[in-house]
């Protein structure tokens, strides 16, 4: 059974960071795809930023670009996602989530969703 387990959230301050990890069963390598996902109180889950396996690229919803950024540590296998210069809005249960191959693209993923999801972690930002 494949689990994601997220930690690092927490309360932070608006314009301030946190740096959320994500640990999945098994190789980060095995997956096509790890992505973020968030969903603030009375909304729907929205894709936020997603990361391939095949070649490490990177994509990002217009709302984060240029504050948050994923990243992979193969060794470590973790994937983080840095959340710079948050604002009260970025307020949500951040989710990782995972696919397998085949591959598709992170507008894909942001569309319709992962194959595998973690519990969450509540990210409060807050004065």
């Known amino acids: 059974q494949v689990q994601l387990v997220e930690s690092g959230g927490g309360l932070v301050q608006p314009g301030g960071s946190l740096r959320l990890s994500c640990a999945p069963s098994?190789?980060?390598?095995?997956?096509?795809?790890i992505g973020w996902f968030r969903q603030a109180p009375g909304k729907e889950r929205e894709g936020v930023s997603c990361?391939?396996?095949?070649?490490?690229?990177?994509d990002y919803q217009d709302f984060v670009k240029g504050r948050f950024t994923i990243s992979r540590d193969n060794a470590k296998n973790t994937v983080y996602l840095q959340m710079n210069s948050v604002k009260p809005e970025d307020t949500a249960v951040y989710y990782c989530a995972a696919s397998p191959p085949p591959s598709y693209s992170c507008d894909y993923y942001f569309t319709y969703g992962m194959n595998y999801w973690g519990r969450g972690t509540l990210v409060t930002v807050s004065s």
């Open positions: 098994g190789s980060i390598l095995d997956y096509n795809a």
């Open positions: 990361i391939r396996a095949s070649d490490g690229s990177t």
